[in-house]
């Protein structure tokens, strides 16, 4: 298994980011809003923040590589990060992407296709040599996950990995989410936002008029859905309506003043289970020594 320090290092000299930046995602802007379940969510999980009850969050919208000072416009996963607060003090997150399939379940793998993609002369002879990568790769070109969108409040944003909702009696459910935009082309403001920072110029400009919504919808597990995988399709699960997030304001960056913010998609409450994912497993080892970097004084 590749050692996280390793893997940052790696990733870090692919991008050459400024100091005091992520590792990925390093170009993003912080968001307040709330989150309230359904009650067919309610009745699969109990915990805290499937209450039915209006949760406060925090929401940070991203471009997915490592360098801050890449343009808006420039082809790009972006990224959606949520983080639940609970009434005891409790928090869990969510990481979504506009990347519907995560490409591969091996961590070495995965930073070895990200330092191939900083170079687009270098990806086709990559993925030549790794075969099995092209039909994830080519399903995110396809499926526009690199198109630079409108707005963050138009894209959709899957956060790939499985959990298991427990319920009052104990039984497990395996669900995977998604974050459905409510906003649709009839939304669109009348201005055009074409700069460098578009994306955050736009957010600021929409929400100044009124509260951008995803709608959390999930897959529900069946036969033959593999929620320790995170490259498998579930095709023909089941999907309901979990609840709506939504954003409202445009917070200070807490990152700004020296503060280190982490969205850990393994930070789970009671009524939550982690599945044996790799990748999932991996991500707080990596974050931890991407965090040791961070550290550093920022660079503007």
Known sequence: MLDPEEAVERIRAAFRPPEGHRTLHAKGAFYAGTFTATPEATALSRAGHLSGETIPVTVRWSNAG?????????????????????????????????????????????????????NPLRLPLFLLRHPHLVGPVLSGLTGGALASPVSFAEATFYPIHAYGWVDAAGTTTWVRYSFVPVATRADRLDETFTGPDRLREEMAARLARVPVEHDVRVQVAGPGHDPHDPTAVWKGARELLAGRITVTEAVPDPETEGAVVVFDPTRVVDGLELSDDPILRYRPAAYSESVSRRMQPRDR
Do not use: C, H, Y
């Not at 416009?73 to 995560?102: E, N």
């Open 66 to 118: 490592g360098n801050p000072r890449v343009p808006d416009p420039k082809p790009d996963i972006r990224g959606m990060a949520v983080s639940w607060k609970l009434p005891d003090g409790t928090a869990t997150d969510l990481l979504g992407q506009t990347s519907p399939r995560f490409p591969t379940k091996d961590p070495e793998e995965f930073v070895a296709l990200t330092e191939a993609s900083v």
